[in-house]
């Protein structure tokens, strides 16, 4: 029999791809708010088509930053009720120079669009928007009942998302959550991520004089700035590689011989990997890429930067150095107790040359892992059996959802990673891209599971609706 939605979506393609470029066009940089009017532009965009493909109760959810976008249509008793999440805000798109085509527009190369955004998580987030307006174009209906929830701030660690959800409990109460966001792991095997890393980070900076000095006139008797930023970052890790801050460890465990049988057995090349990206692997050592990338945790410096970084030569001694610092945390890990565990070793090797500042922190949050037996789980590997002809793997991801730990611990629901993008989509670096061929994909795979969804009660819900800790890997694969 004809699926007459999703024949609807395929003829739609030339609308939708309209409609992308719409939405990446608009700069919802959430970590500089020098692009305030993107954001705002983003929201108003999303909330616009939201309403003309017929849902209700189209709003702002604010907790004090950016408001998330919320939406919803509950006309189907006795279904499940479904929370669809994705985010509007995008990464910042410098460095501007190393991009091929301009960050904000939508650019067709070969079987690839290009833009910021437009991967991670403009296209996944927009897949899941028109295939459920679809439904209710062709159908009147939905399978399921479904609430929106497009976040504002997910790039820079749902800061005030934990707020939104406490605040808005009742409106956005749902059985289970299905992520837009999440990317799937490589293009030619189908997987679907039950883990993903916790996230956490700050900035600080050194400051050694009161103003930048004349490198003759006071070289090698007054200390740089820089000098110093390079032997704190320098520090932070033992010459092996492993990380050196004490208590950083605080309640990892090592993976047991079960997760590392699971790990072993999945397909995968380091070496191969390594020579693509014309890098060489470092780490932890003791643990293959796969476990130090899912199961062992991560620090590292995003930016780092002082003195003069222009064209040609200026002789200064910097005064000051500021760096970024970012850290990705498994189950196990207290992302305050981290961050407060680089503090104190921070200001334990800052010599007394320097005066240390502690500046802005991201947003946090814990790992999360799901239960190997949940209903949503279970439906969208039989999706992705049924559309790919092979039963997708089980595997993590070092990335962050940050959502998904806060929905868990603040709306006692599970999340499903049910995104189109995938990870090779360079969605933090210039030139992200989204194949063509995961919009004709992300439309099978949305249409197929919310049919499948609908067939499934509320009540098979229930005994998973429990707040929780995250669990490890070894029980969700």
């Known amino acids: 029999m004809s699926d007459r939605v999703l024949t609807h979506l395929l ?50 959810l604010s907790a004090g930053g950016q408001s998330a976008v ?43 669009l290009y833009a910021r955004g437009v991967s991670d998580d403009k296209a996944p987030s927009l897949i899941a928007i028109e295939t459920l307006g679809a439904f209710l174009a062709v159908e009147g209906q939905l399978p399921v009942n479904v609430k929106f929830l497009f976040e504002g701030e997910e790039e820079i660690g749902s800061a005030s998302l ?57 070289g090698g008797v007054v200390p740089n700035a820089l000098h110093v930023m390079a032997t704190l970052i320098a520090s932070l890790y033992q010459p092996d590689g492993r990380i050196a801050v004490a208590d950083f460890f605080d309640g990892v465990k090592d993976p047991t011989p079960e997760q590392r049988s699971i790990l072993a057995e999945i397909p995968f090349d380091e070496n191969a990997t390594a020579q693509a990206l014309e890098a060489v692997p470092v780490g932890e050592p003791g643990f293959t890429w ?19 970084t222009g064209l040609g030569s200026k002789t200064v001694i910097p005064n000051e150095a500021f760096t970024k610092i970012t850290m990705r945390l498994v189950p196990g890990q207290d992302p305050d107790a981290c961050v407060v565990a680089v503090y104190k070793h921070l200001q334990a090797h800052c010599p007394a040359s320097a005066t240390l500042t502690f500046g802005a922190k991201r947003g946090s949050s814990r790992a999360y892992s799901l239960l190997d037996n949940h209903p949503l789980l279970l439906a969208a590997e039989e999706t992705l059996r049924s559309t790919t002809g092979r039963l997708p793997l089980r595997v993590g991801i070092g990335a962050t959802l940050p959502v998904a730990s806060i929905m868990a611990e603040t709306l006692g629901i599970e999340t499903v990673m049910f995104s189109y993008s995938t990870a090779d989509e360079d969605y933090h670096a210039p030139n992200e891209f ?25 009540d098979t819900y229930i005994p998973f609706r429990r707040k929780r800790s995250p669990i490890n890997l070894g029980s969700s694969s």
């Open 290 to 308: 796969l476990e130090r990338n899912w199961l062992r945790p991560s620090l590292d410096v995003n930016g780092m930067w002082g003195g003069y």
């Open 162 to 218: 934990r707020g939104i959800l406490e605040k808005y409990r009742a409106e956005l109460d749902a059985d289970a959550m299905l992520s837009a966001d999440g990317a799937r792991w490589r293009p030619d095997l189908p997987t679907l991520a039950t883990s993903c890393r916790g996230n956490a980070g700050f900035e600080f900076s050194v400051r050694t004089a009161a103003k930048d000095l004349h490198s003759g006139r006071y």
């Open 11 to 60: 003829g739609e393609r030339a609308g939708f791809l309209d409609r992308l470029s719409d939405f990446v066009a608009y700069p919802s940089v959430s970590a500089d708010t020098t692009y305030a009017d993107g954001m705002d532009a983003a929201q108003q965009w999303l909330m616009r088509r939201l309403s003309a493909l017929g849902f209700g109760n189209v709003d702002l």
């Open 70 to 112: 919320a939406a919803e249509w509950i006309g189907a008793p006795g279904a499940p009720t479904i929370l669809v999440y994705g985010h509007y805000d995008v990464q910042p798109p410098d460095p501007m120079e190393k991009w091929d085509s301009p960050p904000f527009s939508l650019t067709e190369r070969g079987s690839r």
């Open 434 to 458: 989204f194949r063509l061929s995961s919009i004709d994909e992300g439309f099978t795979g949305w249409d197929d599971l919310l049919r499948r969804l609908g067939q499934q009660s509320p």
